[in-house]
Protein backbone atom coordinates (compact mmCIF):
# COMPACT_ATOMS: atom_id res chain seq x y z
CA UNK A 1 0.00 0.00 0.00
CA UNK A 2 0.44 3.88 -0.98
CA UNK A 3 2.87 5.38 1.88
CA UNK A 4 0.85 8.54 2.53
CA UNK A 5 -2.90 8.82 2.18
CA UNK A 6 -4.47 11.77 0.73
CA UNK A 7 -7.68 13.37 1.54
CA UNK A 8 -9.04 16.04 -0.57
CA UNK A 9 -10.36 17.91 2.33
CA UNK A 10 -13.84 20.03 1.28
CA UNK A 11 -15.58 23.45 2.09
CA UNK A 12 -18.05 25.82 0.93
CA UNK A 13 -18.28 29.11 2.08
CA UNK A 14 -15.57 28.83 4.83
CA UNK A 15 -17.26 25.85 6.68
CA UNK A 16 -15.81 22.35 6.22
CA UNK A 17 -18.72 20.49 5.10
CA UNK A 18 -19.10 16.48 6.52
CA UNK A 19 -17.77 14.65 4.06
CA UNK A 20 -14.60 16.10 4.75
CA UNK A 21 -14.96 13.66 8.49
CA UNK A 22 -16.58 11.02 7.09
CA UNK A 23 -13.09 10.92 4.34
CA UNK A 24 -10.94 11.22 7.45
CA UNK A 25 -12.51 8.68 9.15
CA UNK A 26 -12.43 5.87 6.38
CA UNK A 27 -8.56 7.71 5.67
CA UNK A 28 -7.59 6.97 9.09
CA UNK A 29 -8.70 3.63 9.64
CA UNK A 30 -6.92 2.43 6.08
CA UNK A 31 -4.13 4.85 7.01
CA UNK A 32 -3.99 2.14 10.39
CA UNK A 33 -4.50 -0.88 8.70
CA UNK A 34 -1.24 -0.79 6.09
CA UNK A 35 0.68 1.52 8.49
CA UNK A 36 0.46 4.60 5.83
CA UNK A 37 0.15 8.07 7.25
CA UNK A 38 -3.07 10.43 6.56
CA UNK A 39 -2.32 13.96 4.81
CA UNK A 40 -5.15 16.35 4.02
CA UNK A 41 -5.27 18.85 1.59
CA UNK A 42 -6.86 22.19 1.89
CA UNK A 43 -7.29 24.71 -1.10
CA UNK A 44 -8.91 28.47 -0.24
CA UNK A 45 -8.43 31.74 1.01
CA UNK A 46 -9.96 30.52 4.66
CA UNK A 47 -7.99 27.18 4.55
CA UNK A 48 -5.46 28.26 7.20
CA UNK A 49 -8.23 28.71 9.89
CA UNK A 50 -9.99 25.64 9.19
CA UNK A 51 -7.21 23.23 8.58
CA UNK A 52 -6.97 22.88 12.60
CA UNK A 53 -10.36 21.33 12.55
CA UNK A 54 -8.34 18.34 10.96
CA UNK A 55 -7.25 17.14 13.30
CA UNK A 56 -7.64 13.36 12.39
CA UNK A 57 -5.43 13.50 9.61
CA UNK A 58 -1.01 13.46 10.64
CA UNK A 59 -0.56 16.38 8.48
CA UNK A 60 -2.76 19.07 6.44
CA UNK A 61 -1.26 20.45 3.69
CA UNK A 62 -2.64 24.37 2.96
CA UNK A 63 -2.70 26.32 0.09
CA UNK A 64 -4.63 29.46 0.92
CA UNK A 65 -4.07 31.92 -2.39
CA UNK A 66 -7.15 33.09 -3.43
CA UNK A 67 -7.20 31.82 -6.90
CA UNK A 68 -8.00 28.49 -4.99
CA UNK A 69 -11.60 29.06 -3.72
CA UNK A 70 -13.89 27.53 -6.52
CA UNK A 71 -10.95 26.85 -8.68
CA UNK A 72 -11.74 24.41 -11.55
CA UNK A 73 -11.29 20.99 -11.70
CA UNK A 74 -8.41 20.76 -13.87
CA UNK A 75 -6.69 23.28 -11.71
CA UNK A 76 -7.56 21.56 -8.38
CA UNK A 77 -6.83 17.84 -10.16
CA UNK A 78 -2.87 19.17 -11.41
CA UNK A 79 -2.52 20.44 -7.49
CA UNK A 80 -3.19 17.00 -6.04
CA UNK A 81 -0.83 15.67 -8.75
CA UNK A 82 1.95 17.59 -7.62
CA UNK A 83 1.01 17.36 -3.89
CA UNK A 84 0.80 13.09 -4.81
CA UNK A 85 4.80 13.60 -6.16
CA UNK A 86 5.96 15.76 -3.20
CA UNK A 87 4.71 13.06 -0.47
CA UNK A 88 5.03 9.82 -2.85
CA UNK A 89 1.09 9.94 -1.93
CA UNK A 90 -0.78 6.61 -4.10
CA UNK A 91 -4.01 6.84 -2.78
CA UNK A 92 -5.92 9.58 -2.96
CA UNK A 93 -10.11 10.15 -1.23
CA UNK A 94 -12.38 12.65 -2.59
CA UNK A 95 -15.88 13.38 -2.29
CA UNK A 96 -18.57 11.82 -4.84
CA UNK A 97 -20.16 15.56 -4.60
CA UNK A 98 -21.34 18.72 -6.81
CA UNK A 99 -18.18 20.74 -5.49
CA UNK A 100 -15.49 17.88 -6.33
CA UNK A 101 -17.06 17.22 -9.33
CA UNK A 102 -15.03 15.89 -11.90
CA UNK A 103 -11.60 16.14 -9.89
CA UNK A 104 -11.50 12.75 -9.45
CA UNK A 105 -12.03 11.52 -13.21
CA UNK A 106 -9.23 14.18 -14.17
CA UNK A 107 -6.50 13.33 -11.41
CA UNK A 108 -6.99 9.46 -12.58
CA UNK A 109 -6.09 10.82 -16.43
CA UNK A 110 -2.95 12.58 -15.17
CA UNK A 111 -2.02 9.96 -13.07
CA UNK A 112 -2.95 7.01 -14.55
CA UNK A 113 -4.22 5.70 -11.78
CA UNK A 114 -8.01 3.83 -11.72
CA UNK A 115 -10.93 5.87 -9.82
CA UNK A 116 -13.34 3.99 -8.06
CA UNK A 117 -16.30 6.41 -8.04
CA UNK A 118 -19.72 5.71 -5.65
CA UNK A 119 -17.59 4.22 -2.62
CA UNK A 120 -19.34 3.66 0.01
CA UNK A 121 -17.14 1.09 1.99
CA UNK A 122 -13.23 0.71 1.67
CA UNK A 123 -10.95 -2.18 3.63
CA UNK A 124 -7.20 -2.65 3.28
CA UNK A 125 -6.78 -6.18 2.45
CA UNK A 126 -3.54 -8.24 1.61
CA UNK A 127 -1.47 -4.78 0.73
CA UNK A 128 -4.01 -3.66 -1.29
CA UNK A 129 -7.62 -1.97 -0.79
CA UNK A 130 -11.10 -3.32 -1.63
CA UNK A 131 -13.61 -0.98 -2.17
CA UNK A 132 -17.98 -1.28 -2.44
CA UNK A 133 -19.13 0.98 -4.54
CA UNK A 134 -22.83 1.65 -4.98
CA UNK A 135 -24.46 1.79 -8.34
CA UNK A 136 -27.75 1.53 -10.49
CA UNK A 137 -28.90 4.13 -8.22
CA UNK A 138 -27.84 2.20 -4.86
CA UNK A 139 -29.47 -1.15 -6.08
CA UNK A 140 -25.86 -3.03 -7.39
CA UNK A 141 -22.78 -3.41 -5.21
CA UNK A 142 -19.70 -3.79 -7.09
CA UNK A 143 -16.71 -5.02 -5.26
CA UNK A 144 -13.47 -3.36 -6.97
CA UNK A 145 -9.78 -4.24 -5.83
CA UNK A 146 -6.96 -1.82 -6.04
CA UNK A 147 -4.15 -4.68 -5.75
CA UNK A 148 -1.42 -2.45 -4.66
CA UNK A 149 -3.40 0.12 -2.91
CA UNK A 150 -2.95 2.86 -5.74
CA UNK A 151 -5.99 4.52 -7.44
CA UNK A 152 -8.09 7.36 -6.72
CA UNK A 153 -11.61 6.88 -4.86
CA UNK A 154 -14.48 9.08 -5.03
CA UNK A 155 -16.64 8.61 -1.33
CA UNK A 156 -20.26 8.84 -1.16
CA UNK A 157 -21.35 10.99 1.41
CA UNK A 158 -23.38 9.74 4.26
CA UNK A 159 -21.65 6.27 3.80
CA UNK A 160 -18.97 6.60 6.03
CA UNK A 161 -19.23 7.70 10.00
CA UNK A 162 -18.81 11.67 10.45
CA UNK A 163 -17.83 11.15 14.11
CA UNK A 164 -14.69 8.80 13.14
CA UNK A 165 -12.89 11.89 11.27
CA UNK A 166 -13.32 14.00 14.18
CA UNK A 167 -10.33 14.71 16.65
CA UNK A 168 -9.76 17.41 19.53
CA UNK A 169 -6.20 17.85 18.51
CA UNK A 170 -4.65 20.31 16.02
CA UNK A 171 -3.14 18.90 13.36
CA UNK A 172 0.61 19.86 12.07
CA UNK A 173 -0.24 22.52 9.71
CA UNK A 174 2.21 23.17 6.03
CA UNK A 175 1.37 25.63 3.94
CA UNK A 176 2.65 24.41 0.40
CA UNK A 177 2.83 26.64 -2.84
CA UNK A 178 1.19 24.74 -5.76
CA UNK A 179 1.34 26.22 -9.50
CA UNK A 180 -2.41 28.09 -10.27
CA UNK A 181 -2.50 27.90 -14.35
CA UNK A 182 -4.43 31.07 -16.20
CA UNK A 183 -8.01 29.22 -15.22
CA UNK A 184 -10.35 28.90 -18.50
CA UNK A 185 -13.51 28.74 -15.84
CA UNK A 186 -13.73 31.34 -13.36
CA UNK A 187 -16.45 31.40 -10.50
CA UNK A 188 -18.08 34.84 -10.80
CA UNK A 189 -20.66 34.78 -7.69
CA UNK A 190 -23.25 32.45 -5.37
CA UNK A 191 -26.87 32.12 -6.43
CA UNK A 192 -28.62 31.92 -3.17
CA UNK A 193 -31.49 28.91 -2.92
CA UNK A 194 -34.90 30.60 -4.12
CA UNK A 195 -36.67 31.00 -0.62
CA UNK A 196 -40.06 29.64 -1.57
CA UNK A 197 -43.16 30.00 0.01
CA UNK A 198 -42.83 27.57 2.09
CA UNK A 199 -39.72 26.69 4.06
CA UNK A 200 -40.06 22.55 3.75
CA UNK A 201 -36.92 22.33 6.69
CA UNK A 202 -39.53 23.76 9.02
CA UNK A 203 -42.24 20.98 8.69
CA UNK A 204 -43.45 18.83 11.56
CA UNK A 205 -45.40 16.65 8.23
CA UNK A 206 -43.40 16.44 4.60
CA UNK A 207 -45.39 14.51 2.00
CA UNK A 208 -42.43 13.82 -0.22
CA UNK A 209 -43.85 13.01 -4.14
CA UNK A 210 -41.57 11.29 -6.67
CA UNK A 211 -42.13 9.97 -10.69
CA UNK A 212 -44.58 7.83 -9.45
CA UNK A 213 -46.98 10.45 -8.86
CA UNK A 214 -47.09 10.50 -13.03
CA UNK A 215 -48.60 14.08 -13.65
CA UNK A 216 -48.71 17.35 -12.32
CA UNK A 217 -52.79 17.39 -11.55
CA UNK A 218 -51.68 14.12 -9.72
CA UNK A 219 -49.33 16.15 -6.90
CA UNK A 220 -52.66 17.97 -6.06
CA UNK A 221 -53.88 15.09 -4.09
CA UNK A 222 -50.84 15.34 -1.87
CA UNK A 223 -51.44 18.58 -1.74
CA UNK A 224 -54.65 17.86 0.19
CA UNK A 225 -53.11 15.59 2.54
CA UNK A 226 -50.81 18.03 3.25
CA UNK A 227 -52.89 20.76 4.04
CA UNK A 228 -55.02 18.13 6.87
CA UNK A 229 -52.29 17.47 8.34
CA UNK A 230 -50.89 20.87 8.63
CA UNK A 231 -47.29 20.07 6.35
CA UNK A 232 -46.01 20.63 2.95
CA UNK A 233 -45.54 19.09 -0.24
CA UNK A 234 -42.08 18.14 -1.15
CA UNK A 235 -40.64 15.82 -4.07
CA UNK A 236 -37.59 13.88 -5.50
CA UNK A 237 -35.78 15.48 -8.04
CA UNK A 238 -37.83 14.00 -11.48
CA UNK A 239 -40.46 16.09 -10.32
CA UNK A 240 -39.07 19.17 -9.49
CA UNK A 241 -37.04 19.17 -13.12
CA UNK A 242 -40.64 18.63 -14.71
CA UNK A 243 -41.42 21.84 -13.56
CA UNK A 244 -44.11 20.39 -11.00
CA UNK A 245 -43.19 22.10 -7.83
CA UNK A 246 -40.50 24.69 -7.54
CA UNK A 247 -36.81 24.07 -6.72
CA UNK A 248 -37.41 25.33 -2.70
CA UNK A 249 -39.34 21.91 -2.85
CA UNK A 250 -36.64 19.89 -3.75
CA UNK A 251 -35.87 16.95 -1.02
CA UNK A 252 -31.66 15.20 -1.60
CA UNK A 253 -28.14 15.92 -2.34
CA UNK A 254 -28.69 18.61 -4.49
CA UNK A 255 -31.93 19.83 -2.60
CA UNK A 256 -32.97 20.31 0.97
CA UNK A 257 -32.00 18.19 4.28
CA UNK A 258 -35.04 17.85 5.92
CA UNK A 259 -36.31 16.38 9.54
CA UNK A 260 -39.98 16.34 10.06
CA UNK A 261 -41.94 14.19 12.39
CA UNK A 262 -43.27 12.07 9.75
CA UNK A 263 -42.29 12.28 5.89
CA UNK A 264 -43.93 10.25 3.59
CA UNK A 265 -42.11 8.96 0.40
CA UNK A 266 -44.88 8.33 -2.06
CA UNK A 267 -44.07 6.88 -5.22
CA UNK A 268 -40.13 7.78 -4.52
CA UNK A 269 -37.59 4.76 -5.16
CA UNK A 270 -34.69 5.37 -2.36
CA UNK A 271 -32.46 6.56 -4.65
CA UNK A 272 -29.22 7.67 -2.25
CA UNK A 273 -29.44 11.10 -3.37
CA UNK A 274 -32.82 11.53 -2.00
CA UNK A 275 -31.83 9.19 0.96
CA UNK A 276 -29.14 11.64 1.96
CA UNK A 277 -31.69 14.25 2.45
CA UNK A 278 -34.72 13.24 4.27
CA UNK A 279 -32.66 10.06 6.05
CA UNK A 280 -32.95 11.31 9.86
CA UNK A 281 -36.58 11.75 9.61
CA UNK A 282 -38.06 10.71 12.95
CA UNK A 283 -40.74 8.25 11.12
CA UNK A 284 -40.90 7.60 7.39
CA UNK A 285 -43.87 6.19 5.76
CA UNK A 286 -43.09 4.48 1.99
CA UNK A 287 -45.95 3.78 -0.77
CA UNK A 288 -44.21 2.03 -3.58
CA UNK A 289 -45.84 -0.07 -6.12
CA UNK A 290 -42.38 -2.04 -6.39
CA UNK A 291 -42.46 -4.14 -3.48
CA UNK A 292 -38.56 -4.32 -3.97
CA UNK A 293 -37.95 -0.31 -4.07
CA UNK A 294 -35.20 0.44 -2.02
CA UNK A 295 -37.43 2.91 -0.01
CA UNK A 296 -38.29 -0.14 2.40
CA UNK A 297 -35.23 -1.22 3.33
CA UNK A 298 -34.84 2.06 5.44
CA UNK A 299 -38.31 3.33 6.32
CA UNK A 300 -40.21 2.51 9.15
CA UNK A 301 -43.19 1.72 7.35
CA UNK A 302 -44.13 1.17 3.93
CA UNK A 303 -46.85 -0.05 1.62
CA UNK A 304 -46.94 -2.16 -1.10
CA UNK A 305 -49.61 -0.25 -3.55
CA UNK A 306 -50.69 2.62 -6.28
CA UNK A 307 -50.14 6.36 -4.27
CA UNK A 308 -53.30 7.39 -6.43
CA UNK A 309 -55.38 4.71 -4.68
CA UNK A 310 -53.97 5.33 -1.32
CA UNK A 311 -54.19 8.75 -1.21
CA UNK A 312 -57.82 10.06 -1.35
CA UNK A 313 -58.57 7.77 1.76
CA UNK A 314 -55.92 8.49 3.80
CA UNK A 315 -57.05 12.26 3.41
CA UNK A 316 -60.21 11.01 4.33
CA UNK A 317 -59.52 9.30 7.21
CA UNK A 318 -57.12 12.17 8.61
CA UNK A 319 -60.52 14.59 8.04
CA UNK A 320 -62.32 12.11 9.88
CA UNK A 321 -60.25 11.52 12.87
CA UNK A 322 -59.40 15.74 13.04
CA UNK A 323 -63.47 16.18 13.41
CA UNK B 1 -23.83 27.07 -31.96
CA UNK B 2 -22.53 24.05 -32.79
CA UNK B 3 -23.82 21.59 -30.33
CA UNK B 4 -22.91 18.32 -29.34
CA UNK B 5 -24.68 16.29 -27.07
CA UNK B 6 -23.84 12.64 -25.72
CA UNK B 7 -26.37 10.33 -25.45
CA UNK B 8 -25.74 7.68 -22.85
CA UNK B 9 -28.38 4.31 -22.36
CA UNK B 10 -28.60 3.03 -18.79
CA UNK B 11 -30.34 0.13 -17.46
CA UNK B 12 -33.64 0.93 -16.25
CA UNK B 13 -33.96 0.49 -12.52
CA UNK B 14 -37.74 1.18 -11.94
CA UNK B 15 -37.55 -2.99 -13.46
CA UNK B 16 -35.44 -5.82 -10.88
CA UNK B 17 -31.68 -5.67 -11.74
CA UNK B 18 -30.21 -9.11 -11.07
CA UNK B 19 -26.51 -10.05 -11.54
CA UNK B 20 -25.28 -12.36 -14.47
CA UNK B 21 -23.87 -16.33 -13.69
CA UNK B 22 -20.64 -14.32 -13.67
CA UNK B 23 -21.28 -12.70 -10.53
CA UNK B 24 -19.79 -9.59 -12.05
CA UNK B 25 -21.84 -7.79 -14.62
CA UNK B 26 -25.65 -7.72 -14.58
CA UNK B 27 -28.43 -10.09 -16.33
CA UNK B 28 -29.14 -8.89 -19.28
CA UNK B 29 -31.89 -11.49 -19.89
CA UNK B 30 -34.81 -9.39 -18.24
CA UNK B 31 -33.20 -5.38 -18.48
CA UNK B 32 -34.60 -2.87 -19.84
CA UNK B 33 -32.90 0.16 -21.37
CA UNK B 34 -33.65 3.96 -21.47
CA UNK B 35 -31.62 7.14 -22.05
CA UNK B 36 -29.86 8.58 -18.83
CA UNK B 37 -32.17 10.67 -17.41
CA UNK B 38 -28.98 14.02 -16.65
CA UNK B 39 -28.56 12.98 -20.60
CA UNK B 40 -32.51 13.84 -21.79
CA UNK B 41 -31.61 17.47 -20.00
CA UNK B 42 -28.64 17.65 -21.67
CA UNK B 43 -30.72 17.21 -25.43
CA UNK B 44 -32.90 19.79 -23.84
CA UNK B 45 -30.63 22.18 -22.99
CA UNK B 46 -29.00 22.13 -26.14
CA UNK B 47 -32.37 22.25 -28.45
CA UNK B 48 -33.00 25.68 -26.03
CA UNK B 49 -29.44 27.31 -26.92
CA UNK B 50 -29.83 26.01 -30.37
CA UNK B 51 -33.64 28.20 -30.77
CA UNK B 52 -32.45 30.95 -28.57
CA UNK B 53 -29.31 31.32 -30.39
CA UNK B 54 -29.29 29.08 -34.15
CA UNK B 55 -26.62 26.31 -34.56
CA UNK B 56 -26.97 22.77 -35.22
CA UNK B 57 -27.69 19.55 -32.70
CA UNK B 58 -26.03 16.74 -33.17
CA UNK B 59 -26.77 13.96 -31.12
CA UNK B 60 -24.34 11.07 -30.62
CA UNK B 61 -24.10 7.98 -29.32
CA UNK B 62 -22.44 4.38 -28.97
CA UNK B 63 -24.12 1.06 -30.17
CA UNK B 64 -26.89 -0.12 -27.43
CA UNK B 65 -29.95 -2.01 -27.25
CA UNK B 66 -33.01 0.45 -27.81
CA UNK B 67 -30.33 3.20 -28.94
CA UNK B 68 -31.82 3.46 -32.47
CA UNK B 69 -35.60 4.71 -30.51
CA UNK B 70 -33.83 6.97 -28.83
CA UNK B 71 -31.66 8.58 -31.83
CA UNK B 72 -34.99 9.20 -33.83
CA UNK B 73 -36.36 10.51 -30.75
CA UNK B 74 -33.67 13.11 -30.95
CA UNK B 75 -34.69 13.71 -34.28
CA UNK B 76 -38.23 13.94 -34.01
CA UNK B 77 -37.75 16.63 -30.81
CA UNK B 78 -34.99 18.72 -33.65
CA UNK B 79 -31.93 17.44 -33.68
CA UNK B 80 -30.16 17.83 -36.60
CA UNK B 81 -28.08 15.00 -37.06
CA UNK B 82 -27.47 11.76 -35.22
CA UNK B 83 -24.62 9.62 -35.04
CA UNK B 84 -23.93 6.01 -33.90
CA UNK B 85 -20.51 4.69 -33.24
CA UNK B 86 -20.21 1.74 -33.92
CA UNK B 87 -18.87 0.30 -30.73
CA UNK B 88 -20.43 -1.80 -28.12
CA UNK B 89 -20.91 0.45 -25.17
CA UNK B 90 -21.90 -2.74 -22.93
CA UNK B 91 -18.32 -3.66 -22.59
CA UNK B 92 -17.08 -0.19 -21.96
CA UNK B 93 -15.46 1.59 -18.70
CA UNK B 94 -16.23 5.01 -18.82
CA UNK B 95 -12.46 5.75 -18.98
CA UNK B 96 -12.53 4.05 -23.04
CA UNK B 97 -16.16 5.09 -23.82
CA UNK B 98 -14.46 8.93 -23.60
CA UNK B 99 -11.37 7.98 -25.48
CA UNK B 100 -13.76 6.57 -28.45
CA UNK B 101 -16.44 9.76 -28.36
CA UNK B 102 -13.01 11.99 -27.64
CA UNK B 103 -11.56 10.30 -31.10
CA UNK B 104 -14.89 11.06 -33.08
CA UNK B 105 -14.92 14.84 -32.06
CA UNK B 106 -11.53 15.22 -32.75
CA UNK B 107 -12.13 13.67 -36.59
CA UNK B 108 -15.44 16.21 -36.63
CA UNK B 109 -12.63 18.88 -36.61
CA UNK B 110 -9.57 19.81 -34.86
CA UNK B 111 -10.20 22.28 -32.96
CA UNK B 112 -13.25 22.34 -32.61
CA UNK B 113 -15.06 25.73 -33.45
CA UNK B 114 -14.83 28.49 -31.31
CA UNK B 115 -19.15 28.48 -30.86
CA UNK B 116 -18.41 24.47 -29.97
CA UNK B 117 -20.50 23.40 -26.81
CA UNK B 118 -20.18 19.31 -26.04
CA UNK B 119 -23.10 18.38 -23.35
CA UNK B 120 -22.65 15.37 -21.72
CA UNK B 121 -25.10 14.20 -18.78
CA UNK B 122 -23.16 15.22 -15.59
CA UNK B 123 -22.65 11.62 -15.12
CA UNK B 124 -24.81 8.40 -15.32
CA UNK B 125 -26.12 5.77 -12.39
CA UNK B 126 -22.96 3.23 -13.71
CA UNK B 127 -20.17 5.54 -13.84
CA UNK B 128 -17.62 3.18 -12.15
CA UNK B 129 -14.57 4.71 -13.51
CA UNK B 130 -15.58 8.27 -12.93
CA UNK B 131 -17.90 10.80 -15.24
CA UNK B 132 -17.69 11.04 -18.79
CA UNK B 133 -17.73 15.12 -19.39
CA UNK B 134 -14.23 15.61 -16.93
CA UNK B 135 -12.59 13.20 -19.11
CA UNK B 136 -13.79 13.92 -22.64
CA UNK B 137 -12.82 17.54 -21.16
CA UNK B 138 -9.47 15.68 -20.68
CA UNK B 139 -9.22 13.98 -23.63
CA UNK B 140 -10.07 17.35 -25.92
CA UNK B 141 -8.06 19.51 -23.91
CA UNK B 142 -11.08 22.04 -23.24
CA UNK B 143 -12.25 23.49 -20.19
CA UNK B 144 -15.18 21.81 -18.10
CA UNK B 145 -17.92 22.64 -15.90
CA UNK B 146 -19.99 19.69 -13.89
CA UNK B 147 -23.47 19.44 -12.39
CA UNK B 148 -24.97 22.53 -14.33
CA UNK B 149 -28.18 23.46 -14.60
CA UNK B 150 -28.42 26.78 -16.88
CA UNK B 151 -26.55 28.10 -20.02
CA UNK B 152 -25.95 31.37 -21.44
CA UNK B 153 -23.68 31.74 -24.15
CA UNK B 154 -22.13 34.97 -24.83
CA UNK B 155 -19.41 35.80 -27.39
CA UNK B 156 -16.30 32.98 -27.32
CA UNK B 157 -17.49 32.20 -23.71
CA UNK B 158 -20.96 31.48 -21.57
CA UNK B 159 -21.87 32.43 -18.69
CA UNK B 160 -23.28 28.85 -16.69
CA UNK B 161 -24.37 27.73 -13.34
CA UNK B 162 -23.51 24.98 -11.34
CA UNK B 163 -25.18 23.09 -8.60
CA UNK B 164 -23.70 22.97 -5.15
CA UNK B 165 -26.57 21.37 -2.37
CA UNK B 166 -29.50 22.83 -0.42
CA UNK B 167 -30.34 24.72 -2.91
CA UNK B 168 -27.30 26.78 -3.29
CA UNK B 169 -25.66 27.26 -6.93
CA UNK B 170 -22.67 28.95 -8.61
CA UNK B 171 -22.17 31.00 -11.52
CA UNK B 172 -19.21 30.71 -13.25
CA UNK B 173 -17.61 32.33 -16.89
CA UNK B 174 -16.25 29.91 -19.59
CA UNK B 175 -14.15 30.06 -22.16
CA UNK B 176 -15.94 28.29 -25.62
CA UNK B 177 -15.36 25.72 -26.90
CA UNK B 178 -15.85 24.25 -23.81
CA UNK B 179 -17.38 20.70 -22.36
CA UNK B 180 -20.40 21.18 -19.72
CA UNK B 181 -21.75 18.36 -17.88
CA UNK B 182 -25.82 18.89 -17.99
CA UNK B 183 -27.66 18.00 -14.84
CA UNK B 184 -30.43 20.32 -15.70
CA UNK B 185 -31.97 22.18 -18.82
CA UNK B 186 -33.83 24.92 -18.34
CA UNK B 187 -36.93 24.30 -19.18
CA UNK B 188 -37.87 20.19 -18.30
CA UNK B 189 -37.23 17.48 -21.34
CA UNK B 190 -40.15 18.08 -24.31
CA UNK B 191 -42.73 15.26 -24.97
CA UNK B 192 -42.32 14.79 -28.65
CA UNK B 193 -45.70 12.57 -29.64
CA UNK B 194 -45.02 8.73 -31.12
CA UNK B 195 -46.23 9.60 -34.72
CA UNK B 196 -43.67 12.37 -35.01
CA UNK B 197 -41.05 9.76 -33.91
CA UNK B 198 -42.06 7.61 -36.77
CA UNK B 199 -41.81 9.89 -39.00
CA UNK B 200 -38.32 10.80 -37.74
CA UNK B 201 -37.79 7.05 -38.47
CA UNK B 202 -39.31 6.93 -42.01
CA UNK B 203 -37.60 10.39 -43.17
CA UNK B 204 -34.70 10.75 -41.26
CA UNK B 205 -31.00 8.55 -41.23
CA UNK B 206 -29.01 7.43 -38.42
CA UNK B 207 -25.41 8.02 -39.48
CA UNK B 208 -22.68 5.88 -38.87
CA UNK B 209 -19.14 7.08 -38.18
CA UNK B 210 -16.23 4.24 -37.99
CA UNK B 211 -13.94 4.90 -34.93
CA UNK B 212 -11.21 2.56 -33.68
CA UNK B 213 -11.82 0.49 -31.13
CA UNK B 214 -10.59 1.40 -27.60
CA UNK B 215 -7.12 -0.76 -26.85
CA UNK B 216 -8.58 -1.57 -23.37
CA UNK B 217 -12.33 -1.71 -22.56
CA UNK B 218 -12.00 -1.30 -18.98
CA UNK B 219 -9.42 0.35 -16.29
CA UNK B 220 -10.73 -1.57 -13.06
CA UNK B 221 -11.34 -5.47 -12.54
CA UNK B 222 -14.17 -6.37 -10.61
CA UNK B 223 -14.10 -8.53 -7.60
CA UNK B 224 -17.69 -9.32 -7.68
CA UNK B 225 -20.76 -7.86 -8.33
CA UNK B 226 -24.34 -8.22 -5.66
CA UNK B 227 -27.49 -7.01 -4.80
CA UNK B 228 -27.20 -5.22 -1.48
CA UNK B 229 -28.02 -6.34 1.88
CA UNK B 230 -30.14 -4.09 3.51
CA UNK B 231 -29.88 -2.99 7.13
CA UNK B 232 -33.39 -3.04 7.91
CA UNK B 233 -36.70 -3.41 6.48
CA UNK B 234 -39.99 -1.38 6.77
CA UNK B 235 -42.85 -2.92 8.66
CA UNK B 236 -45.03 -3.87 6.01
CA UNK B 237 -48.96 -2.80 6.54
CA UNK B 238 -51.38 -4.72 4.30
CA UNK B 239 -55.32 -4.61 2.91
CA UNK B 240 -57.23 -2.47 1.42
CA UNK B 241 -56.49 1.02 0.63
CA UNK B 242 -59.05 1.87 3.24
CA UNK B 243 -57.64 -0.33 5.88
CA UNK B 244 -54.36 0.51 5.54
CA UNK B 245 -55.46 4.38 5.81
CA UNK B 246 -56.76 3.41 9.35
CA UNK B 247 -53.58 2.07 10.24
CA UNK B 248 -51.33 5.30 9.26
CA UNK B 249 -53.66 7.53 11.16
CA UNK B 250 -52.83 5.36 13.89
CA UNK B 251 -49.18 5.67 13.05
CA UNK B 252 -49.71 9.28 12.18
CA UNK B 253 -51.15 10.01 15.46
CA UNK B 254 -48.48 7.78 17.33
CA UNK B 255 -45.89 10.36 15.73
CA UNK B 256 -48.18 13.30 17.28
CA UNK B 257 -48.15 14.73 13.28
CA UNK B 258 -52.36 15.00 14.26
C1 LIG C 1 -25.42 14.84 -8.38
C2 LIG C 1 -26.82 14.33 -8.17
C3 LIG C 1 -27.70 15.07 -7.40
C4 LIG C 1 -29.00 14.60 -7.20
N1 LIG C 1 -29.80 15.30 -6.38
C5 LIG C 1 -31.01 14.80 -6.05
C6 LIG C 1 -31.83 15.45 -5.08
O1 LIG C 1 -31.47 16.48 -4.51
N2 LIG C 1 -33.03 14.91 -4.80
C7 LIG C 1 -33.49 13.77 -5.41
O2 LIG C 1 -34.61 13.32 -5.10
N3 LIG C 1 -32.74 13.15 -6.34
C8 LIG C 1 -31.52 13.63 -6.68
N4 LIG C 1 -30.78 12.99 -7.63
C9 LIG C 1 -31.44 11.96 -8.47
C10 LIG C 1 -31.54 10.59 -7.86
O3 LIG C 1 -30.39 9.85 -8.23
C11 LIG C 1 -32.76 9.82 -8.40
O4 LIG C 1 -32.72 9.79 -9.81
C12 LIG C 1 -34.10 10.40 -7.95
O5 LIG C 1 -34.11 10.60 -6.57
C13 LIG C 1 -35.23 9.46 -8.34
O6 LIG C 1 -36.46 10.04 -8.07
P1 LIG C 1 -37.78 9.16 -7.88
O7 LIG C 1 -37.60 8.22 -6.77
O8 LIG C 1 -38.92 10.10 -7.82
O9 LIG C 1 -37.90 8.42 -9.29
P2 LIG C 1 -37.67 6.89 -9.66
O10 LIG C 1 -36.38 6.40 -9.18
O11 LIG C 1 -38.01 6.77 -11.09
O12 LIG C 1 -38.79 6.13 -8.79
C14 LIG C 1 -40.16 6.20 -9.02
C15 LIG C 1 -40.81 5.20 -8.08
O13 LIG C 1 -42.22 5.31 -8.16
C16 LIG C 1 -42.78 4.01 -8.07
N5 LIG C 1 -44.14 4.11 -8.63
C17 LIG C 1 -44.50 4.22 -9.93
N6 LIG C 1 -45.84 4.34 -10.02
C18 LIG C 1 -46.33 4.32 -8.76
C19 LIG C 1 -47.63 4.41 -8.21
N7 LIG C 1 -48.72 4.58 -8.97
N8 LIG C 1 -47.77 4.34 -6.87
C20 LIG C 1 -46.69 4.17 -6.06
N9 LIG C 1 -45.43 4.09 -6.54
C21 LIG C 1 -45.25 4.17 -7.87
C22 LIG C 1 -41.82 3.13 -8.82
O14 LIG C 1 -41.93 1.78 -8.40
C23 LIG C 1 -40.47 3.74 -8.42
O15 LIG C 1 -39.95 3.12 -7.26
C24 LIG C 1 -29.47 13.41 -7.83
C25 LIG C 1 -28.58 12.68 -8.59
C26 LIG C 1 -27.26 13.11 -8.73
C27 LIG C 1 -26.32 12.24 -9.45
Partial sequence: ?323 | MNLYVLLKMVPDTVEELNVAADGKSLDSEFLRFKLNDPDEHALEQALLLKEKHGGKVTVVTLDAPEVDDVLFTALAKGADRAVKLPVNQAELGTVAAARVLADFLKAEATPLPPDTLVLPGSYAIDDLEGELAPLLATALELPYVGVVCGIAPAEGKATVRKEFAGGLRGEFEVALPAVLGIQSADKPPRYVPVAKVRAAMKSARIETVDVPPPDRPRQLELERTYKPEAAGHAEMLEGSPEEVADRLVEILVKNSAI
Avoid at chain 1, 65 to 82: Q, S
Avoid at chain 1, 92 to 110: F, Y
Avoid at chain 1, 119 to 131: L, Q
Avoid at chain 1, 284 to 297: C, L, M, R, S
Fill in chain 1, 1 to 323: MANTILVLAEQLRGEVTDITFEMLGAGRKLAEASGSSLCAVLLGAEAAPLAAKLGAADKVLVADDAPWDLAPADAVAGALEAVMQQTQAGLVLLGCTNVAAGIGSMLAVKTGLPLVNFCRAAKAEGGGVVCTSQLFGGKIYSDVKLADGKGVVCIYPGAFPVDAGKRDQAPPIEKVDLPVAAPKVTFKQYLEPETGDVDITKQNVLVGVGRGIQTQDNVELAEELAQVLGGAVCASRPVIDQGWLPLSRQVGKSGMTVKPRVYFALGISGAPEHWEGMQNSQCIIAVNTDAKAPIFDGAHYGVVGDVLELLPALTEKVKAKKG
